[in-house]
Protein backbone atom coordinates (compact mmCIF):
# COMPACT_ATOMS: atom_id res chain seq x y z
CA UNK A 1 0.00 0.00 0.00
CA UNK A 2 1.76 3.21 -0.94
CA UNK A 3 -0.88 5.51 0.50
CA UNK A 4 0.75 6.33 3.11
CA UNK A 5 3.81 9.16 2.87
CA UNK A 6 6.43 8.82 6.09
CA UNK A 7 8.48 11.43 5.32
CA UNK A 8 9.45 12.15 9.07
CA UNK A 9 8.02 13.94 11.95
CA UNK A 10 5.02 16.69 12.51
CA UNK A 11 5.38 17.17 8.28
CA UNK A 12 4.46 13.48 7.50
CA UNK A 13 1.85 13.24 9.60
CA UNK A 14 -0.07 15.76 7.91
CA UNK A 15 0.72 14.03 4.82
CA UNK A 16 -0.48 10.88 6.35
CA UNK A 17 -3.87 12.05 7.05
CA UNK A 18 -4.21 13.85 3.97
CA UNK A 19 -4.13 10.53 2.33
CA UNK A 20 -5.94 8.90 4.56
CA UNK A 21 -8.21 11.54 5.13
CA UNK A 22 -12.13 9.89 4.94
CA UNK A 23 -10.76 6.20 5.83
CA UNK A 24 -11.82 5.70 2.05
CA UNK A 25 -7.67 4.86 1.16
CA UNK A 26 -8.09 1.65 2.58
CA UNK A 27 -5.86 -0.05 -0.31
CA UNK A 28 -3.31 -2.87 0.18
CA UNK A 29 -0.63 -1.48 -1.26
CA UNK A 30 3.26 -1.82 -0.32
CA UNK A 31 4.47 1.23 2.17
CA UNK A 32 6.34 4.27 0.15
CA UNK A 33 9.68 2.94 -1.32
CA UNK A 34 12.53 4.76 1.23
CA UNK A 35 14.20 7.77 1.37
CA UNK A 36 16.63 8.40 -1.90
CA UNK A 37 15.32 5.12 -3.81
CA UNK A 38 13.72 7.94 -5.93
CA UNK A 39 17.19 9.28 -6.51
CA UNK A 40 18.90 6.42 -7.48
CA UNK A 41 15.39 5.49 -9.63
CA UNK A 42 16.20 9.32 -11.45
CA UNK A 43 19.60 7.84 -12.51
CA UNK A 44 18.23 4.78 -13.92
CA UNK A 45 15.55 5.93 -15.74
CA UNK A 46 18.22 8.94 -16.94
CA UNK A 47 20.72 5.76 -17.88
CA UNK A 48 17.48 3.99 -20.40
CA UNK A 49 17.55 1.18 -17.84
CA UNK A 50 14.26 1.46 -17.07
CA UNK A 51 11.82 1.40 -19.84
CA UNK A 52 8.16 2.03 -20.83
CA UNK A 53 6.08 0.04 -23.40
CA UNK A 54 2.49 -1.04 -23.68
CA UNK A 55 0.49 -3.99 -24.39
CA UNK A 56 -3.13 -4.55 -26.02
CA UNK A 57 -5.21 -5.97 -24.01
CA UNK A 58 -8.24 -7.62 -23.94
CA UNK A 59 -11.30 -5.27 -23.27
CA UNK A 60 -12.81 -8.50 -21.68
CA UNK A 61 -11.13 -12.48 -21.88
CA UNK A 62 -14.16 -14.38 -21.77
CA UNK A 63 -15.76 -11.97 -24.99
CA UNK A 64 -12.60 -10.78 -27.01
CA UNK A 65 -14.56 -9.75 -29.82
CA UNK A 66 -15.11 -6.30 -27.62
CA UNK A 67 -11.75 -5.39 -28.77
CA UNK A 68 -8.98 -4.24 -26.69
CA UNK A 69 -6.99 -1.32 -25.07
CA UNK A 70 -3.71 -0.10 -24.37
CA UNK A 71 -1.94 -1.59 -21.42
CA UNK A 72 0.97 0.08 -19.25
CA UNK A 73 4.27 -1.32 -18.23
CA UNK A 74 8.04 -1.09 -17.61
CA UNK A 75 10.79 -2.92 -18.04
CA UNK A 76 14.28 -3.54 -17.72
CA UNK A 77 16.79 -5.21 -19.47
CA UNK A 78 19.67 -4.54 -17.40
CA UNK A 79 20.65 -8.29 -16.40
CA UNK A 80 18.77 -10.36 -19.06
CA UNK A 81 21.35 -12.73 -20.47
CA UNK A 82 19.89 -13.36 -23.63
CA UNK A 83 17.54 -15.58 -25.61
CA UNK A 84 16.26 -18.11 -23.51
CA UNK A 85 17.24 -15.82 -19.94
CA UNK A 86 14.27 -16.02 -17.61
CA UNK A 87 11.93 -13.20 -17.03
CA UNK A 88 10.25 -11.91 -13.59
CA UNK A 89 6.85 -10.40 -13.99
CA UNK A 90 5.64 -7.71 -10.93
CA UNK A 91 2.08 -8.66 -10.47
CA UNK A 92 -0.02 -5.06 -10.67
CA UNK A 93 -1.37 -2.85 -8.08
CA UNK A 94 -4.49 -1.52 -7.39
CA UNK A 95 -2.76 1.76 -8.08
CA UNK A 96 -1.26 3.84 -11.00
CA UNK A 97 1.66 1.53 -11.93
CA UNK A 98 5.09 1.94 -10.92
CA UNK A 99 8.33 1.96 -12.72
CA UNK A 100 10.27 1.55 -9.69
CA UNK A 101 9.41 -1.68 -9.11
CA UNK A 102 11.84 -2.48 -12.00
CA UNK A 103 14.49 -0.30 -10.72
CA UNK A 104 17.28 -1.57 -8.77
CA UNK A 105 16.03 -0.90 -5.24
CA UNK A 106 13.55 -3.61 -4.68
CA UNK A 107 12.55 -7.35 -4.31
CA UNK A 108 11.70 -7.83 -8.18
CA UNK A 109 15.42 -5.93 -8.98
CA UNK A 110 16.74 -8.53 -7.02
CA UNK A 111 15.12 -11.90 -8.57
CA UNK A 112 16.67 -10.40 -11.09
CA UNK A 113 20.02 -9.88 -10.77
CA UNK A 114 20.50 -13.27 -9.45
CA UNK A 115 18.69 -15.16 -12.35
CA UNK A 116 20.48 -13.00 -15.18
CA UNK A 117 16.43 -12.26 -15.79
CA UNK A 118 14.35 -9.26 -17.46
CA UNK A 119 12.15 -7.82 -15.10
CA UNK A 120 8.52 -6.18 -16.07
CA UNK A 121 6.09 -4.17 -13.94
CA UNK A 122 2.32 -4.34 -15.35
CA UNK A 123 -0.06 -1.72 -14.43
CA UNK A 124 -3.62 -3.00 -13.52
CA UNK A 125 -7.01 -2.49 -15.66
CA UNK A 126 -8.16 0.72 -15.03
CA UNK A 127 -5.32 2.68 -13.58
CA UNK A 128 -3.28 5.12 -14.68
CA UNK A 129 -2.76 4.83 -18.64
CA UNK A 130 -4.27 1.18 -18.86
CA UNK A 131 -7.97 2.40 -18.37
CA UNK A 132 -10.17 1.55 -21.13
CA UNK A 133 -13.10 4.39 -20.38
CA UNK A 134 -12.23 7.78 -18.88
CA UNK A 135 -15.50 8.08 -17.39
CA UNK A 136 -15.98 5.50 -14.57
CA UNK A 137 -19.24 5.01 -14.03
CA UNK A 138 -20.74 1.74 -12.79
CA UNK A 139 -21.52 0.88 -16.42
CA UNK A 140 -18.11 1.09 -18.02
CA UNK A 141 -16.61 -0.84 -14.93
CA UNK A 142 -18.63 -3.65 -15.67
CA UNK A 143 -14.73 -5.23 -16.76
CA UNK A 144 -12.96 -4.34 -13.96
CA UNK A 145 -13.06 -7.86 -12.67
CA UNK A 146 -10.88 -10.49 -10.32
CA UNK A 147 -11.35 -12.47 -13.77
CA UNK A 148 -9.87 -10.55 -16.22
CA UNK A 149 -7.16 -8.83 -13.84
CA UNK A 150 -5.69 -13.05 -13.65
CA UNK A 151 -6.71 -12.94 -17.29
CA UNK A 152 -4.98 -9.80 -18.07
CA UNK A 153 -1.67 -11.17 -16.26
CA UNK A 154 -0.98 -14.73 -18.42
CA UNK A 155 -2.42 -12.98 -21.46
CA UNK A 156 0.37 -10.83 -21.43
CA UNK A 157 2.74 -13.07 -20.90
CA UNK A 158 1.89 -15.26 -23.44
CA UNK A 159 1.61 -12.56 -26.30
CA UNK A 160 3.22 -9.65 -25.28
CA UNK A 161 6.16 -8.97 -27.81
CA UNK A 162 9.53 -7.40 -25.37
CA UNK A 163 11.08 -4.35 -26.96
CA UNK A 164 14.37 -6.27 -25.93
CA UNK A 165 12.97 -9.61 -27.36
CA UNK A 166 11.77 -9.41 -30.21
CA UNK A 167 11.70 -12.87 -31.34
CA UNK A 168 10.27 -13.98 -28.37
CA UNK A 169 12.89 -16.17 -27.32
CA UNK A 170 12.54 -15.90 -23.06
CA UNK A 171 8.46 -16.28 -24.17
CA UNK A 172 6.95 -18.70 -21.35
CA UNK A 173 7.09 -21.72 -23.59
CA UNK A 174 10.89 -20.68 -24.27
CA UNK A 175 12.06 -19.73 -20.57
CA UNK A 176 11.00 -19.38 -16.91
CA UNK A 177 8.20 -17.26 -15.88
CA UNK A 178 8.56 -16.04 -12.94
CA UNK A 179 5.64 -13.97 -11.21
CA UNK A 180 5.79 -11.85 -7.84
CA UNK A 181 4.06 -9.27 -5.93
CA UNK A 182 2.74 -8.01 -2.38
CA UNK A 183 -0.83 -7.57 -1.28
CA UNK A 184 -3.37 -7.67 -3.26
CA UNK A 185 -0.64 -7.83 -6.81
CA UNK A 186 0.81 -11.05 -4.27
CA UNK A 187 -2.94 -12.18 -3.99
CA UNK A 188 -2.76 -12.09 -7.98
CA UNK A 189 0.01 -14.09 -7.97
CA UNK A 190 -1.22 -16.51 -5.76
CA UNK A 191 -4.63 -16.92 -7.94
CA UNK A 192 -2.86 -17.32 -10.79
CA UNK A 193 -1.06 -20.29 -9.97
CA UNK A 194 -4.27 -21.41 -8.62
CA UNK A 195 -6.87 -20.47 -11.17
CA UNK A 196 -4.85 -20.04 -14.52
CA UNK A 197 -1.84 -21.78 -13.94
CA UNK A 198 0.64 -23.21 -16.42
CA UNK A 199 2.56 -19.94 -18.05
CA UNK A 200 4.76 -19.07 -14.77
CA UNK A 201 7.39 -21.21 -13.71
CA UNK A 202 7.42 -20.30 -9.91
CA UNK A 203 5.89 -17.71 -7.39
CA UNK A 204 6.46 -15.03 -4.65
CA UNK A 205 3.36 -14.07 -2.82
CA UNK A 206 4.51 -11.59 -0.04
CA UNK A 207 1.46 -10.78 2.32
CA UNK A 208 -0.83 -12.02 -0.25
CA UNK A 209 -4.72 -11.50 0.99
CA UNK A 210 -5.94 -14.43 -0.52
CA UNK A 211 -9.28 -14.58 1.72
CA UNK A 212 -11.57 -12.42 1.32
CA UNK A 213 -13.62 -11.44 4.56
CA UNK A 214 -16.10 -9.30 4.99
CA UNK A 215 -16.67 -8.47 8.43
CA UNK A 216 -12.15 -7.77 8.79
CA UNK A 217 -11.92 -6.67 12.53
CA UNK A 218 -9.29 -8.64 12.68
CA UNK A 219 -7.30 -6.32 10.63
CA UNK A 220 -6.37 -4.79 14.19
CA UNK A 221 -4.97 -7.94 16.19
CA UNK A 222 -1.73 -7.71 14.65
CA UNK A 223 -1.36 -4.02 15.20
CA UNK A 224 -2.88 -4.54 19.23
CA UNK A 225 -0.39 -7.13 19.31
CA UNK A 226 3.03 -4.89 18.05
CA UNK A 227 1.79 -1.11 19.18
CA UNK A 228 2.94 0.19 22.21
CA UNK A 229 0.77 -1.45 25.42
CA UNK A 230 0.23 2.15 27.31
CA UNK A 231 -1.12 3.10 23.83
CA UNK A 232 -3.52 0.23 23.24
CA UNK A 233 -4.85 0.30 26.70
CA UNK A 234 -5.66 3.91 27.09
CA UNK A 235 -6.99 3.91 23.10
CA UNK A 236 -9.71 1.09 24.00
CA UNK A 237 -10.19 3.59 27.30
CA UNK A 238 -11.22 6.27 24.96
CA UNK A 239 -12.91 4.83 22.44
CA UNK A 240 -15.07 2.70 24.95
CA UNK A 241 -15.77 6.35 26.71
CA UNK A 242 -16.62 7.82 23.00
CA UNK A 243 -18.88 4.56 21.83
CA UNK A 244 -21.07 4.69 25.39
CA UNK A 245 -21.72 8.28 25.39
CA UNK A 246 -22.82 8.46 21.19
CA UNK A 247 -25.17 5.38 22.36
CA UNK A 248 -26.64 6.77 25.45
CA UNK A 249 -29.07 8.61 23.24
CA UNK A 250 -27.91 12.21 24.67
CA UNK A 251 -28.22 14.32 21.50
CA UNK A 252 -26.14 17.21 23.16
CA UNK A 253 -23.88 15.21 25.63
CA UNK A 254 -22.68 13.39 21.77
CA UNK A 255 -22.61 17.15 19.94
CA UNK A 256 -20.42 18.25 22.92
CA UNK A 257 -17.87 15.40 22.62
CA UNK A 258 -17.48 15.04 18.95
CA UNK A 259 -16.83 19.15 19.28
CA UNK A 260 -14.09 18.43 21.85
CA UNK A 261 -12.45 16.60 18.59
CA UNK A 262 -13.46 19.06 16.16
CA UNK A 263 -15.71 16.83 14.66
CA UNK A 264 -19.21 18.24 15.39
CA UNK A 265 -20.37 18.73 11.96
CA UNK A 266 -20.18 15.02 10.90
CA UNK A 267 -22.46 12.11 11.97
CA UNK A 268 -21.80 9.61 14.34
CA UNK A 269 -20.51 6.78 12.40
CA UNK A 270 -18.57 9.20 10.15
CA UNK A 271 -16.75 10.22 13.56
CA UNK A 272 -16.20 6.86 14.16
CA UNK A 273 -14.62 6.04 11.39
CA UNK A 274 -12.17 9.53 11.46
CA UNK A 275 -11.15 8.08 14.73
CA UNK A 276 -9.32 5.34 14.12
CA UNK A 277 -7.39 6.90 11.58
CA UNK A 278 -4.03 7.30 13.45
CA UNK A 279 -4.14 3.35 13.59
CA UNK A 280 -3.74 3.50 9.68
CA UNK A 281 -0.10 4.36 9.78
CA UNK A 282 1.05 0.98 11.65
CA UNK A 283 0.57 -0.73 7.71
CA UNK A 284 3.37 1.90 6.85
CA UNK A 285 5.86 0.96 9.72
CA UNK A 286 8.88 0.12 7.86
CA UNK A 287 12.32 -1.18 9.84
CA UNK A 288 14.47 1.57 7.38
CA UNK A 289 12.26 4.44 8.95
CA UNK A 290 11.96 3.46 12.50
CA UNK A 291 10.33 5.41 15.44
CA UNK A 292 9.70 8.64 13.53
CA UNK A 293 6.20 7.71 12.07
CA UNK A 294 3.04 9.38 11.95
CA UNK A 295 1.77 6.15 14.00
CA UNK A 296 4.00 6.39 16.94
CA UNK A 297 3.38 10.39 16.74
CA UNK A 298 -0.26 9.37 17.21
CA UNK A 299 0.22 6.87 20.09
CA UNK A 300 2.29 10.25 21.80
CA UNK A 301 -0.62 12.16 21.59
CA UNK A 302 -2.54 9.69 23.08
CA UNK A 303 -0.54 9.16 26.32
CA UNK A 304 0.14 13.01 26.56
CA UNK A 305 3.80 13.50 24.93
CA UNK A 306 2.98 16.32 22.90
CA UNK A 307 5.00 17.96 20.20
CA UNK A 308 5.97 20.96 22.30
CA UNK A 309 7.37 18.57 25.11
CA UNK A 310 9.45 16.92 22.31
CA UNK A 311 10.76 19.46 20.49
CA UNK A 312 12.12 21.42 24.07
CA UNK A 313 15.77 19.61 24.85
CA UNK A 314 15.11 21.03 28.78
CA UNK A 315 11.80 19.39 28.65
CA UNK A 316 11.81 15.91 30.68
CA UNK A 317 9.76 13.76 28.91
CA UNK A 318 7.94 11.27 31.67
CA UNK A 319 7.13 8.35 29.27
CA UNK A 320 3.64 6.19 30.66
CA UNK A 321 4.00 2.52 32.11
CA UNK A 322 1.71 -0.27 30.08
CA UNK A 323 -1.26 0.77 32.16
CA UNK A 324 -0.94 4.23 30.40
CA UNK A 325 -2.50 7.71 31.39
CA UNK A 326 -5.92 6.80 31.97
CA UNK A 327 -9.25 7.61 30.54
CA UNK A 328 -9.31 11.96 30.95
CA UNK A 329 -5.47 12.16 30.00
CA UNK A 330 -6.24 10.03 26.99
CA UNK A 331 -8.86 11.68 26.14
CA UNK A 332 -7.49 14.75 26.21
CA UNK A 333 -4.49 13.92 24.02
CA UNK A 334 -6.70 11.65 21.62
CA UNK A 335 -8.87 15.56 20.74
CA UNK A 336 -5.59 17.49 20.42
CA UNK A 337 -4.76 14.56 17.63
CA UNK A 338 -7.75 15.14 15.82
CA UNK A 339 -7.23 19.38 16.20
CA UNK A 340 -3.95 19.36 15.43
CA UNK A 341 -3.14 16.16 13.54
CA UNK A 342 -5.77 15.40 11.82
CA UNK A 343 -7.83 18.21 10.71
CA UNK A 344 -5.57 20.67 9.99
CA UNK A 345 -4.87 21.22 5.91
CA UNK A 346 -6.76 17.41 5.55
CA UNK A 347 -10.04 18.56 3.38
CA UNK A 348 -8.42 21.39 1.70
CA UNK A 349 -5.53 19.18 0.22
CA UNK A 350 -8.19 17.65 -1.86
CA UNK A 351 -9.69 19.49 -4.93
CA UNK A 352 -13.36 18.83 -4.12
CA UNK A 353 -12.88 21.45 -0.96
CA UNK A 354 -9.73 23.23 -1.58
CA UNK A 355 -11.62 26.46 -0.82
CA UNK A 356 -13.14 25.38 2.27
CA UNK A 357 -10.39 26.68 4.40
CA UNK A 358 -8.06 24.76 6.85
CA UNK A 359 -10.14 23.46 8.99
CA UNK A 360 -13.51 21.89 6.63
CA UNK A 361 -14.19 18.34 7.66
CA UNK A 362 -16.34 17.87 4.64
CA UNK A 363 -13.94 14.86 3.62
CA UNK A 364 -15.10 12.78 6.79
CA UNK A 365 -18.74 13.05 4.99
CA UNK A 366 -19.46 10.03 3.39
CA UNK A 367 -22.70 9.72 4.79
CA UNK A 368 -24.01 12.54 2.18
CA UNK A 369 -24.05 10.69 -0.92
CA UNK A 370 -24.12 14.23 -2.46
CA UNK A 371 -20.40 14.31 -1.23
CA UNK A 372 -17.88 15.48 -4.71
CA UNK A 373 -16.27 12.25 -4.23
CA UNK A 374 -18.64 10.14 -5.04
CA UNK A 375 -18.88 11.79 -8.26
CA UNK A 376 -15.23 11.85 -9.41
CA UNK A 377 -15.73 9.47 -12.65
CA UNK A 378 -11.96 10.38 -13.75
CA UNK A 379 -9.97 7.88 -13.83
CA UNK A 380 -7.64 10.26 -11.85
CA UNK A 381 -9.91 10.74 -9.18
CA UNK A 382 -8.98 10.95 -5.36
CA UNK A 383 -11.45 8.99 -3.76
CA UNK A 384 -10.19 5.38 -4.89
CA UNK A 385 -12.75 4.83 -6.98
CA UNK A 386 -11.47 1.70 -8.53
CA UNK A 387 -10.65 0.33 -5.28
CA UNK A 388 -14.00 0.55 -3.57
CA UNK A 389 -15.41 -0.91 -7.40
CA UNK A 390 -13.09 -4.27 -6.48
CA UNK A 391 -14.45 -4.26 -2.81
CA UNK A 392 -17.70 -3.28 -3.57
CA UNK A 393 -18.47 -5.70 -6.74
CA UNK A 394 -16.35 -8.59 -6.21
CA UNK A 395 -16.82 -8.20 -3.31
CA UNK A 396 -13.19 -8.73 -1.70
CA UNK A 397 -15.15 -6.56 1.37
CA UNK A 398 -12.47 -6.75 3.93
CA UNK A 399 -14.14 -3.67 5.99
CA UNK A 400 -11.28 -2.77 8.54
CA UNK A 401 -14.34 -2.55 11.62
CA UNK A 402 -15.65 -3.23 14.90
CA UNK A 403 -15.76 -6.92 15.29
CA UNK A 404 -18.47 -8.81 17.72
CA UNK A 405 -18.41 -7.66 20.97
CA UNK A 406 -15.90 -9.42 23.44
CA UNK A 407 -13.77 -10.18 20.78
CA UNK A 408 -12.69 -7.66 18.66
CA UNK A 409 -9.79 -5.67 19.84
CA UNK A 410 -11.70 -2.66 21.05
CA UNK A 411 -9.26 -0.22 19.12
CA UNK A 412 -12.05 1.24 16.92
CA UNK A 413 -15.75 2.66 17.49
CA UNK A 414 -18.59 0.26 17.44
CA UNK A 415 -20.14 2.83 15.05
CA UNK A 416 -17.76 1.72 12.80
CA UNK A 417 -19.45 -1.24 11.55
CA UNK A 418 -19.77 -3.42 8.06
CA UNK A 419 -23.26 -1.93 6.96
CA UNK A 420 -21.59 1.49 7.12
CA UNK A 421 -19.01 0.47 5.33
CA UNK A 422 -21.60 -1.39 2.56
CA UNK A 423 -23.86 2.17 2.54
CA UNK A 424 -20.73 3.67 1.03
CA UNK A 425 -20.84 1.58 -1.95
CA UNK A 426 -24.44 2.48 -2.91
CA UNK A 427 -23.24 6.34 -3.36
CA UNK A 428 -19.98 5.52 -5.15
CA UNK A 429 -22.02 3.14 -7.60
CA UNK A 430 -25.83 4.16 -8.34
CA UNK A 431 -28.01 1.73 -10.42
CA UNK A 432 -27.32 1.87 -14.48
CA UNK A 433 -30.57 -0.05 -15.80
CA UNK A 434 -29.29 -3.52 -15.41
CA UNK A 435 -25.65 -2.51 -14.27
CA UNK A 436 -24.78 -2.07 -10.77
CA UNK A 437 -22.14 -3.89 -8.64
CA UNK A 438 -21.66 -7.35 -6.86
CA UNK A 439 -23.15 -6.69 -3.66
CA UNK A 440 -26.07 -5.20 -4.93
CA UNK A 441 -26.70 -7.85 -6.98
CA UNK A 442 -26.66 -10.19 -4.45
CA UNK A 443 -23.05 -11.43 -4.37
CA UNK A 444 -21.17 -11.91 -1.28
CA UNK A 445 -17.41 -12.41 -0.14
CA UNK A 446 -18.25 -16.62 0.07
CA UNK A 447 -18.40 -16.71 -3.30
CA UNK A 448 -14.65 -14.94 -4.18
CA UNK A 449 -13.70 -17.73 -1.71
CA UNK A 450 -15.09 -20.63 -3.18
CA UNK A 451 -13.58 -19.78 -6.85
CA UNK A 452 -10.41 -19.03 -5.56
CA UNK A 453 -9.95 -21.44 -2.32
CA UNK A 454 -9.19 -18.93 -0.25
CA UNK A 455 -7.15 -20.17 2.43
CA UNK A 456 -7.13 -23.63 1.28
CA UNK A 457 -4.52 -23.54 -1.48
CA UNK A 458 -4.13 -26.67 -2.22
CA UNK A 459 -0.47 -28.72 -2.96
CA UNK A 460 1.31 -26.00 -4.68
CA UNK A 461 4.09 -26.06 -6.62
CA UNK A 462 7.11 -23.54 -6.71
CA UNK A 463 5.72 -20.95 -4.75
CA UNK A 464 6.91 -19.35 -1.66
CA UNK A 465 4.88 -17.20 0.97
CA UNK A 466 6.26 -14.50 3.13
CA UNK A 467 4.34 -12.14 5.22
CA UNK A 468 5.08 -9.81 8.53
CA UNK A 469 4.26 -11.18 12.37
CA UNK A 470 2.82 -7.55 12.29
CA UNK A 471 0.89 -6.59 9.28
CA UNK A 472 -2.38 -5.97 9.90
CA UNK A 473 -3.11 -8.15 6.38
CA UNK A 474 -1.85 -10.91 7.79
CA UNK A 475 -5.32 -12.43 8.58
CA UNK A 476 -6.22 -12.25 5.40
CA UNK A 477 -2.95 -14.42 4.23
CA UNK A 478 -1.73 -18.27 4.49
CA UNK A 479 0.06 -17.32 7.40
CA UNK A 480 -2.99 -16.13 9.41
CA UNK A 481 -3.04 -17.69 12.78
CA UNK A 482 -6.97 -17.82 12.72
CA UNK A 483 -6.76 -20.54 9.28
CA UNK A 484 -8.19 -23.28 9.59
CA UNK A 485 -5.41 -26.16 10.74
CA UNK A 486 -3.56 -22.58 11.73
CA UNK A 487 -0.82 -20.99 9.58
CA UNK A 488 0.76 -22.59 6.26
CA UNK A 489 3.56 -24.94 7.24
CA UNK A 490 6.36 -24.31 4.87
CA UNK A 491 7.84 -27.09 2.49
CA UNK A 492 10.44 -27.23 -0.06
CA UNK A 493 8.01 -26.42 -2.64
CA UNK A 494 6.16 -24.13 -0.84
CA UNK A 495 8.17 -22.28 1.85
CA UNK A 496 6.99 -20.01 3.74
CA UNK A 497 8.17 -16.99 6.69
CA UNK A 498 6.62 -15.16 8.95
CA UNK A 499 9.01 -11.98 9.79
CA UNK A 500 9.09 -11.37 13.08
CA UNK A 501 8.13 -7.45 14.07
CA UNK A 502 7.45 -6.55 10.34
CA UNK A 503 4.91 -5.15 9.08
CA UNK A 504 3.39 -4.84 5.41
CA UNK A 505 5.23 -6.21 2.35
CA UNK A 506 8.46 -5.77 4.22
CA UNK A 507 10.33 -7.38 1.66
CA UNK A 508 9.59 -5.32 -0.98
CA UNK A 509 12.85 -2.82 -0.75
CA UNK A 510 15.91 -3.88 -0.64
CA UNK A 511 17.13 -0.58 1.99
CA UNK A 512 14.19 -2.05 4.45
CA UNK A 513 15.38 -5.19 4.08
CA UNK A 514 18.76 -4.52 5.33
CA UNK A 515 17.78 -2.71 7.92
CA UNK A 516 16.71 -5.85 9.95
CA UNK A 517 19.33 -8.54 10.44
CA UNK A 518 16.50 -11.43 10.46
CA UNK A 519 14.63 -10.04 7.25
CA UNK A 520 17.88 -9.95 5.61
CA UNK A 521 18.58 -13.92 6.70
CA UNK A 522 14.68 -14.60 5.12
CA UNK A 523 15.32 -12.12 2.00
CA UNK A 524 18.46 -14.69 1.25
CA UNK A 525 16.98 -17.61 1.41
CA UNK A 526 14.08 -16.45 -0.27
CA UNK A 527 16.30 -15.37 -3.34
CA UNK A 528 18.21 -18.49 -3.23
CA UNK A 529 15.15 -20.60 -3.09
CA UNK A 530 13.95 -18.65 -6.31
CA UNK A 531 17.44 -19.19 -8.21
CA UNK A 532 17.25 -22.90 -7.38
CA UNK A 533 13.81 -22.62 -8.87
CA UNK A 534 14.79 -21.16 -12.04
CA UNK A 535 17.67 -23.61 -11.91
CA UNK A 536 15.73 -26.28 -12.46
CA UNK A 537 13.48 -25.29 -14.83
CA UNK A 538 17.05 -25.75 -17.22
CA UNK A 539 17.90 -28.51 -15.53
CA UNK A 540 14.49 -29.97 -16.80
CA UNK A 541 15.04 -28.63 -20.07
CA UNK A 542 18.19 -30.11 -20.52
CA UNK A 543 19.59 -26.58 -22.12
CA UNK A 544 22.60 -25.23 -21.78
CA UNK A 545 21.92 -21.94 -20.37
CA UNK A 546 22.28 -22.74 -16.66
CA UNK A 547 25.96 -22.59 -16.76
CA UNK A 548 25.56 -18.99 -18.24
CA UNK A 549 23.09 -17.67 -15.30
CA UNK A 550 25.16 -19.31 -12.90
CA UNK A 551 27.91 -16.35 -12.73
CA UNK A 552 26.55 -13.41 -10.90
CA UNK A 553 28.40 -10.86 -9.45
Not at 353 to 375: I, L, R, T
Not at 463 to 486: H, I, K, N, S
Request: one cysteine or more.
Amino acid sequence: MRVLTCVGAIASALLLYSADAHGHKIRLRPPPPPEGDEVMLAVARAQGTIQKGTFQQLLDHKNPHLGTFSQRYWYNAEWWAGPGAPVILRAPDESDGWDGYVGNTTQSFEFARTNKAAVIALEHRYYGESSPFQNLTTTNLQHLTLDNAIQDIVYFANNVVLPFDKKRTSSPDKAPWVLTGCSYAGALSAWVQRLAPGTFWAYHCSSAVVEAISDFWQYFEPIEAGMPKNCSSDLKKAIAHIDKVLDSGDAKAGNDLKKQFGLEAIANNDFGEALHLGLRGWQGLSFKLGWDDPFYHFCDYIENVFPEAKNNSKSHIHVPGPKGVGLQKALHGFARWSNEMLIPNNCNSYPYWQNQGNYSVECFNHKNPQNPMFHDTSVENWADRQWWWSLCNEPFEWWQVSGPLGQDTGLVSRFMDVNYKRAVCKNYFPREGNNTFGLDAGRTFDMINKKTSGWDVGKTERVMWVGGEFDPWRPATVLADRRPGGPLQSTPEAPTWIVPKATHCSDAYIKNVRANAELSRIFDEMVAKMKSWVDDYYVSKGVGLLSRLDKVP
